[in-house]
């Protein structure tokens, strides 16, 4: 990397090494804080399944050494000369993207997420041409563009999952309309991004249906999130009985399944909104969406402006997450129980208090 500049900052993090995914200390620099960069000391980041993906190369473009989270709460410890949003002490959250190229439709119309220069948060290059590492450190340089403060009432390690899994939700259900009252929605899969689905759904008041392939978790979807019905996708008879039933169904499944059951349960005009991240092709055979007039669609993450919306949402309504926070330590252990879906409902990585810069 050349010379290190005095003003750059060596810091921990914890790196995956290869597709083996074990993550263990690697020490490394960051940038210099330019004039719109904001420093920001890690406080708490979420794990989400899209960590497994990166740190394990499942989807073949894997860069090593590479420090994962993308759900990251923090405090600004310094700012650059030109930054105006944000001062030294605030509480600020960082996301999956940390640039894009200002210029192209997406990022014109404030939905930078989808532009095609966009940067991620790690497992990418930033313009300096130096790699992007992510949350699981003890701190990292941010464009103030693609930071968000925390709003007051809301608690640092229970916003880290809204920078993902909340904005996740709420961006397709404002972009398609699906916020109005009375709707019919259904989640399927209740984890991370599903259980926070149903809670912003929920406050939108609609009736929301968890799906779910088996009964474990019907005592969870209605008695703890406070769903309004609980369908087993392997039960034929139920899922007969829900046929033409829902006007739209949030598919947060993050591995290959059948898309044809799903599809048998919306509505003339429903839409089927894919958001995991799968590597593998999906089918489906086309009349199950032209006799319904129905779509099929997908949805990534949310744009700054949402994430914003979603954390005043989240606070407007009294909405949290349900967390289990552990320390850095603990990181690989949590990554395999949430492999094997052994979480309720996200895991929140305390890395202020790991001392991770010791280890």
């Not at 929920?202 to 779910?212: C, E, L, P, Y």
């Not at 032209?290 to 909405?319: A, H, P, Q, Y």
């Not at 320390?327 to 991770?356: C, P, T």
């Amino acid at each position: 990397m050349g010379s290190i500049d005095a003003s750059e900052r060596t810091v921990t993090g914890w790196a995956a090494r290869d597709a083996a995914g074990h993550l263990s200390p690697y020490t490394y620099t960051l940038r210099k804080t330019g004039p719109e960069d904001v420093v920001v000391k890690v406080l708490y980041c979420g794990i989400c399944h899209t960590d497994i993906h990166q740190a394990k190369n499942h989807l073949g473009a894997s860069k090593y050494p590479m420090v994962p989270g993308h759900e990251v709460v923090g405090e600004v410890v310094e700012v650059g000369p030109e930054v105006s949003k944000y001062g030294v002490g605030d509480v600020v959250g960082v996301g999956v993207i940390v640039g894009c190229c200002r210029d192209c439709r997406p990022c014109k119309a404030n939905v930078e997420q989808y532009c095609n220069k966009k940067i991620w948060s790690y497992n990418d290059v930033y313009t300096d041409g130096r790699p992007t590492q992510g949350g699981f450190s003890s701190a990292m340089v941010v464009d103030q563009k693609f930071v968000v403060k925390i709003p007051a009432g809301l608690a640092p390690e229970q916003a880290a999952p809204l920078l993902c899994a909340g904005v996740t939700v709420y961006s397709p259900l404002k972009h398609f309309g699906l916020m109005t009252p009375g709707l019919r929605g259904g989640i399927l899969g209740l984890g991370g991004v599903g259980h926070m689905g149903v809670k912003v759904a929920k406050s939108m008041g609609h009736h929301v249906t968890v799906i779910s392939s088996s009964n474990m978790k019907r005592a969870e979807a209605m008695d703890d999130l406070g769903a309004d019905a609980y369908l087993v996708s392997s039960d034929e008879a139920q899922m007969a009985a829900a046929t033409d039933s829902l006007d739209y169904i949030i598919d947060t499944v993050p591995v290959k399944h059948p898309l044809e059951p799903y599809l048998a349960l919306l509505k003339m005009d429903g839409k089927l909104v894919l958001m995991g991240v799968i590597a593998e092709p999906l089918s489906f055979v086309s009349p199950m969406v032209m006799l319904g007039r129905k779509s099929i669609t997908g949805s990534f993450i949310g744009s700054i402006e949402e994430t914003e919306e979603v954390l005043r949402f989240c606070v407007d309504k009294g909405l949290t997450s349900q967390i289990e926070v552990v320390k850095m330590d603990y990181v690989n252990q949590a990554l395999e129980r949430l492999e094997r879906n052994d979480v309720r409902y996200r895991f929140v990585v305390d890395v202020a208090g790991s001392n991770i810069e010791d280890a």
